[in-house]
């Protein structure tokens, strides 16, 4: 006998128990079957002399989210046929559960912000700004725009997940919430992301162009940067394979490849992918074209 603890995507979340052999049930039992973890509350679960307990957590011991999730019990008879017994039960914590996300235009989620909220039940989130423009302050600190739900702020500061500023475009803020009666609200917002993200990088120019190799063996591929940036210059071939990496470190507003180390690169289109970052998260990219004569 085999009895799990499901959510309502089919996951599992909780093995509670697993036994050797055992007679088919024809239903089985669930005593407190709503009840809150928070106040030390659990399921338990009978079947024939069999007792179990679920405690609202999963395998790894971490509390679950407010909700309704699913009992079943597995038994395989001595002829191999299984079995399936199911009855859902409910967690009700005494806190209110919340996830905080930005979307991008394309719906995807950009950055996930952990919140803590006092209150729910409304629908309305409301953004501090139409228009924000992340990057840092004069006093340092990352630029954040503040978003109130229920009388309660929530920041960001324009960086995605992994911590790069995001792209200028407009991006919807979501507020998720399940109450402690398992009710659910969704609350949105749209801000515009502005910032001067062009002023990073532009103006690429790649000298000579065309750049015979059996003459000039040294191409230039120029630029102007905002001072502190790291330059990334990769080139391409038209089948999209990796070719060089160039690296400006010292801010000379430059990088240089001298092809007479490289001889054995074969004539065509090459295509230049400069990228740009700096040490507040901003990023950009601008590609070029060249050909390299043989």
Known sequence: MIIDVYNSAGEVVKHLMVTGSYSVPDNFTINNSTFSPDDGGKAQIIVDQTTTYWDGTNDQNLAVQNGIYYVKVDVVDKY????????AVTVL????????RIYNSAGEVVKN???TLASTGSSVLTAGAKVFAPGKSSSGALNTVEFTYMGQEIKWDGTNDPGQ????????????????????????AEITVLHDAYELLNNLRIIPNPVNNANNTVLHIKYDAVSGAKITAKI???AGELVKVLQDNTNAGEV???LSVDR???????????????????RKTIIGKFVILR
Request: net charge negative; charged share 10%.
């Open 165 to 188: 500023i995001v792209d200028n475009g407009v991006y919807t803020a979501a507020i998720v919430t399940t109450d402690k009666n398992a009710y659910t609200t969704v609350a949105t």
């Open 80 to 87: 191999g046929i299984n079995h399936t017994l199911v009855q």
């Open 93 to 100: 914590t005494n806190s209110i559960s919340a996830e905080f």
């Open 264 to 282: 054995k690169i074969a004539g065509g289109l090459y295509v230049a992918v400069i990228s740009a970052g700096t040490d507040s998260g901003m």
């Open 236 to 238: 391409y071939n038209m």
């Open 113 to 115: 912000i952990p919140v």
């Open 256 to 258: 240089v490849w001298d």
